[in-house]
């Protein structure tokens, strides 16, 4: 490149990954750096008129897209990743793994690395490759493939090597479960159905809940961290909308979390995975103030008998009243009374992302399915009566998943990519078993796949590890190295780790962080400032659009792209046209755009030419009916996808497959603790750990990725200067719990559980209520002790390992039992 | 004449503008306005951030504050490293800046940052690298609410109106307007311990020193708010039906403040 070599690149910098591209971004280029990101212009080559904006009318007040695309901030400096100082700069080999001699398994995240060529490298994983297939048998490599991150196509991030572990002869897959939505998929699916996540229709809810709701709950709701990490900050626009049009915000959540800060007409502090205790409140003074839609319940659900005998107490249960949640949810009852009252006079929608601990805890079934029976106890579908979502709009392409106003086509570039593949392999283990499965010697067994996406029915199967025929795997390929800052029991993973069972380790990844410190080989890859590639952005709110990715920068250090890296070991085993199918980067791209949409619209030629293209607002999207609508109307003729058509409080299918299931029994009921989890202040353990730990999606961070941003660890959230300089993870503390065990802001402290513990900086606040303790999940593992204590704050490594519950599969990350003390730093460097 | 005109009611505390700032200057050189900022420690657009009130009735309320580029800029009276361009932007020139390491002291609103490593003073530039090519400053072109604005004069002179500066006692004549500026509150909740009830519709009326009173009545949740209010001592009376008055006198409110709950007896 010539020196004043100056370009404007267009790049989705989005980070929910599995080709779901967001956030574009204008990235500029000079002399073969990145220069700045800017927010993109769509009206750069299209006027207003051609992308034909919607617009939301209530009394004077309108609300419209915007012509620049609403990017996060951390979207705009992501050039610090791209020239992070975590960048893997070549190749690396741990310096005492020996594939011919000693491979010291028990060392890993111990021993350092020595730097080795592509050629090497790629000659080491080819090798071990044959020899663990020749050894073991098919399907004994891992293939640790999922995960978010940066959304790339071609060059996907996630799951490349899967192809190329078939074309060996299979592989076991990481199945990742429904981690996002684990209430609704292992809960609410029993009642509406609702594949493939379990979450409510969205169509047209924009307006709906513009002209009819009243009262928007958010129901551990954030809208102003996690649509950051996926689309931007329509949300941020949306939330001031609502304000502006009169809509009372209701937050409810331990927390006051950043939307609750600017938005929240009203906070609602219930400690953390007690919600369903306030929930059953709720349906108790419905039900005993006769405030609940009875003709509904009695044309659109079955099964509420059981419902009602179980809130009201007639089951031989306690009932269920506000006095009775008030003490386990620490919610006066006074305010459930004053809330349940309200929501039954005004029409009221739920709004979410995804749900927080309250869908991500012990038993996350019970409030989800809970949750859809109180909106049906208040007639779902009716105007203004729906859930709402703040976060992956157009999910899976559907329409069904837009509550913005439809555009006139959903663009995808799913034929160009080449990452995870969506299809499960006849071995394969659940994300949440991992550990167990390495270390156990018994075979494992669970229902269902598991996995998002997943059809309801799926749950009611028997699945086994190994399968009959399979074996045990022996090697891992991961391009997903943050299992321990992102799962379940993360210590355990580090022990299971160092089994010697495992006998070779290969990380691909563009950053040093993670799991990477445990592996045998590191291959470094590139981010998307490094190559070409083809993108969309259809999570934006404002308008769906198809872009090119010219590459910005020549690779960083010796990095090639995921795919690229893949392809050069496919090299090395012979299948290099096997694996491409014969495909150039450019071949994929053109491909990715034929069969976008979007090439009945303009030539190929003209897309490089202009970029992109901007797909309009759909007409007529007024008309369309907004959520349950259709269902409300008319239940015979827009049915639910339950076996009855309806909404089944009482499922039948739950009853017949899992008669003896306490946790999750046919219909919703209370439940604290149980066979599988004690984690509950209403239990005996709570004495030794006393707080409820708020494991959050971090604001300042997309789970495992950009804690190392300097520009964002200054911001007096994002992280707590210890007395020793270090930025510790912030831990939020209630300055009535803080001043029992005399913590004050600015001290290191440590949380703590049997699992092991996690030191952070505390942040004395009125943003946490009393018995509840934050730290958001995902920051960069640190260890001390791996495998016992962390410094960075990553919290993953003390979640409790057990699942949803006995029967669900599910990852349980917050919400769970901890104590706190004051750390001494000094005794702890002694030890 | 060029403006900024910050609402701070629409601030939602991203702190994009603050990083914008890093994202535009960090390692890019913009001279004759600014060197490179070095990596951390500067902040040029300084979002500010507090914290009000007590649990269950705590708000924050976030201000972007850059250099104000003022119309009597203490700053220029005490060094001529400091200029105004034709457009009202104020600029520390970065050739003279170099080696003054005191000018950090010139600025009252501690805007002037020293960078160390290239021996020079530094601050906003209003961007000024950009605004001559007719684009917005970094910060307000990110800013995704309509928080940060910039533009000329005429075109907010609706919006100036109705602004605040900061610290306007001092004479500087700020370019950058404030509206919505953070005040205190004070908020409760009404109830009727008997019943274990909220009570709605209650009247609460709030009396400050300077004799003003302000009415306001609880709500469905029996919770009260009076916003923007000045620091001061207060006294509140709350009245419902059938139930006996009650009076709160002397309330010193220094910071925003959740009075609790008030029992209600009848
Ligand atoms: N405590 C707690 N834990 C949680 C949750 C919680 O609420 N609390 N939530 C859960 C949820 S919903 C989710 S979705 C999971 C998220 O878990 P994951 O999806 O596994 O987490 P991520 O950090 O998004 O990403 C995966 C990894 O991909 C890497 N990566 C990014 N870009 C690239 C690339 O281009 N190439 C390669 N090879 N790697 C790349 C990142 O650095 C990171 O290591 O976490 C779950 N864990
Ligand atoms: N910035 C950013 N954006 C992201 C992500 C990220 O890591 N960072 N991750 C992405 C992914 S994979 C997902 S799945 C979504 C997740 O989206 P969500 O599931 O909505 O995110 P969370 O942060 O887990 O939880 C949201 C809020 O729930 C509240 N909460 C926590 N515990 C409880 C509880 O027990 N009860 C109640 N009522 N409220 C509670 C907290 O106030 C929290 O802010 O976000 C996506 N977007
Ligand atoms: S960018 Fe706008 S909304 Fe974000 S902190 Fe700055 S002024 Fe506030
Ligand atoms: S804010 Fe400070 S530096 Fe800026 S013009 Fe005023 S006095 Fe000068
Ligand atoms: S105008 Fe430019 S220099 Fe000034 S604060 Fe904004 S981004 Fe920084
Ligand atoms: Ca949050
Ligand atoms: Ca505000
Ligand atoms: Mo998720």
Not at chain 1, 27 to 36: E, S
Not at chain 1, 292 to 320: C, V
Not at chain 2, 53 to 76: I, R, S
């Amino acid at each position: 490149m010539s020196k004043k070599d100056k370009k404007t690149c267009i790049k989705g910098i989005g980070l929910c990954g599995f080709g779901s591209g967001s956030n574009s971004a204008a990235v500029d280029v000079q002399d073969g750096k990145v220069v700045r990101i800017r927010n993109f212009r769509y009206d750069k080559e299209y006027t207003p008129e051609e992308m034909k904006p919607w617009r939301l009318q209530v009394n004077d007040k309108i609300f419209e897209p915007t012509m620049k695309s609403l990017l996060p901030p951390y979207s705009m400096i992501y050039k610090k990743r791209t020239y992070s100082k975590n960048r893997i700069p070549y190749p690396m080999k741990r310096v005492d793994w020996d594939p011919e001699g000693e491979r010291n398994p028990q060392n890993r995240g111990i021993s350092k690395f020595v730097r080795i060529s592509w050629d090497e490298a790629t000659d080491l994983i080819a090798k071990e490759l044959k020899r663990v297939y020749k050894e073991y048998g098919p399907y004994t490599v891992l293939a640790q493939g999922d995960g978010h991150g940066e959304t790339k196509t071609v060059h996907a991030a996630h799951g490349c090597q899967m192809k190329l572990l078939d074309l060996l002869g299979g592989y076991t897959l990481q199945a990742r479960n429904a981690d996002s939505w684990e209430g609704w998929y292992w809960g609410a699916k029993h009642v509406w159905g609702q594949d493939p996540v379990g979450q409510g229709k969205q169509t047209n809810l924009f307006k709906d809940i513009s002209e009819n709701s009243k009262m928007v709950l958010f129901w551990g709701c954030d809208p102003e961290t996690t649509p950051w990490g996926w689309g931007g900050q329509q949300a941020s626009r949306l939330s001031y909308w609502f304000t502006d049009i009169g809509i009372k915000s209701v937050y409810i959540c331990p927390d006051l979390n950043y939307g609750a800060a600017v938005h929240a007409d009203k906070w609602i502090p219930v400690l953390p995975n007690t919600d369903l205790a306030m929930q059953f409140a709720i349906a108790y003074i419905w039900l005993t103030e006769d405030s609940y839609d009875k003709d509904y319940i009695e044309t659109h659900t079955i099964g509420f008998d059981y419902l009602q005998r179980h809130a009201l107490g007639e089951d031989g249960t306690e009932p269920k009243t506000p006095e009775w949640a008030e003490k386990i949810c620490g919610v006066p009852a006074r305010t459930i009374k004053a809330l349940a009252r309200k929501w039954a006079k005004e029409a009221t929608t739920i709004a979410h992302s995804n749900g927080g601990s309250y869908i991500r805890s012990c038993y996350s079934h019970e409030p989800a399915r809970m949750e859809v029976c109180l909106l049906a106890m208040q007639g779902l579908g009716k105007p203004g009566r729906n859930q709402f979502k703040f976060i992956e709009w157009q999910l899976f392409g559907s329409n069904e998943q837009m509550p913005a106003p439809r555009s006139e086509f959903i663009p995808t570039v799913k034929s160009a990519y080449t990452g995870w593949r969506y299809t499960m392999s006849p071995q394969f283990l659940p994300k949440t078993l991992i550990p167990k499965a390495i270390q156990s010697d018994e075979p494992l067994t669970w229902y269902g796949q598991t996995m998002a996406g997943y059809p309801r029915e799926d749950q009611f199967i028997e699945y086994q590890y190994p399968i009959e025929g399979g074996a045990p795997i022996h090697m891992i390929w991961t391009d997903t190295p943050c299992w321990t800052t992102c799962w379940t029991g993360g210590n355990e993973m580090i022990e299971a780790l160092r089994n010697s069972k495992i006998e070779c380790i290969v990380a691909q990844h563009p950053w040093l962080e993670n799991d990477c410190l445990f592996a045998d080989i590191i291959l470094p890859t590139s981010t998307k400032m490094e190559s070409r590639d083809i993108s969309v952005d259809t999570l934006s709110g404002n308008f769906n659009h198809l872009f090119y990715e010219e590459q910005c920068i020549e690779p960083v250090g010796e990095a090639k792209s995921d795919w690229e890296a893949v392809c050069e070991v496919a090299q090395k085993l012979g299948l290099l046209e096997q694996y491409t199918d014969g495909m150039s980067e450019m071949d994929l791209i053109e491909k990715g755009f034929m069969e976008s949409g979007v090439q009945t619209k303009i030539s190929f030629e003209e897309f490089l030419a202009k970029g992109y293209y901007m797909i309009p607002t759909a007409d007529g999207w007024e008309d369309d009916i907004p959520g349950f609508g259709k269902f409300y109307q008319d239940p015979k003729q827009y049915p639910l996808e339950t076996p009855s058509g309806l909404l089944e409080i009482f499922s039948q299918d739950l009853a017949d497959v899992f008669p003896d299931d306490q946790e999750r029994k046919p219909y919703p009921q209370w439940i604290a603790f149980g066979e599988s989890h004690s984690e509950s202040l209403l239990h005996p353990k709570s004495e030794k750990y006393p707080y409820l730990i708020v494991s959050n999606h971090p604001r300042w961070r997309v789970h495992a990725n950009l804690d190392d941003i300097s520009w964002l660890r200054e911001i007096p959230t994002c992280k707590v200067a210890g007395p020793d300089g270090y930025l510790y993870e912030p831990v939020w503390i209630n300055p009535v719990d803080a001043e029992k065990h005399g913590i004050q802001s600015g001290d290191i402290v440590k949380l703590f559980n049997d699992n092991g513990w996690v030191l952070g900086g505390a942040y004395v606040t009125e943003r946490i209520r009393p018995g509840a303790i934050y730290q958001d999940h995902g920051a960069r593992l640190d260890p001390i002790k791996a495998g016992e204590g962390d410094r960075g704050g990553a919290n993953n490594l003390i979640c409790v390992s057990n699942t949803v519950s006995k029967n669900c599969a599910g990852e349980v990350t917050s919400g769970f039992l901890i104590n706190i003390e004051k750390c001494d730093l000094d005794a702890l460097k002694a030890e | 004449m060029k403006v900024f005109v910050v609402d701070v009611a629409k601030c939602n505390g991203c702190y994009g503008c603050q990083v914008a700032c890093k994202d535009e200057h960090v390692d890019n050189d913009w001279m004759p306005y600014a060197q490179p900022q070095p990596d951390t420690g500067h902040f040029w657009m300084k979002l500010k951030e507090k914290t009000h009130g007590q649990v269950p009735k705590v708000k924050l309320e976030y201000t972007p504050y850059p250099c104000m580029h003022c119309d009597d800029a203490p700053c220029m009276k005490k060094s001529e490293a400091f200029y105004k361009r034709e457009d009202g932007l104020v600029i520390l020139d970065p050739v003279k800046g170099e080696g003054q390491k005191d000018l950090v002291e010139v600025c009252p609103y501690g805007a002037v940052y020293w960078n160390d490593a290239l021996n020079v003073a530094q601050k906003c530039t209003g961007c000024a690298h950009l605004v001559e090519e007719g684009q917005l400053p970094r910060c307000v072109d990110f800013c995704a609410t309509g928080a940060l604005q910039f533009g000329d004069e005429e075109d907010f002179a609706e919006e100036i109106a109705q602004s605040e500066t900061m610290e306007p006692e001092w004479g500087t004549h700020p370019r950058v307007y404030y509206l919505n500026l953070p005040k205190l509150f004070i908020g409760g909740e009404v109830w009727d311990p008997e019943q274990d009830e909220v009570i709605e519709g209650a009247k609460l009326i709030l009396t400050g020193t300077d004799g003003l009173t302000r009415e306001t009545h609880s709500d469905a949740f029996g919770d009260f708010w009076f916003r923007k209010v000045e620091a001061g001592t207060y006294s509140l009376k709350v009245e419902a039906e059938g139930y006996q008055t009650v009076t709160k006198d002397r309330i010193a409110l220094k910071e925003s403040y959740n009075i609790g709950d008030i029992p209600l007896k009848k």
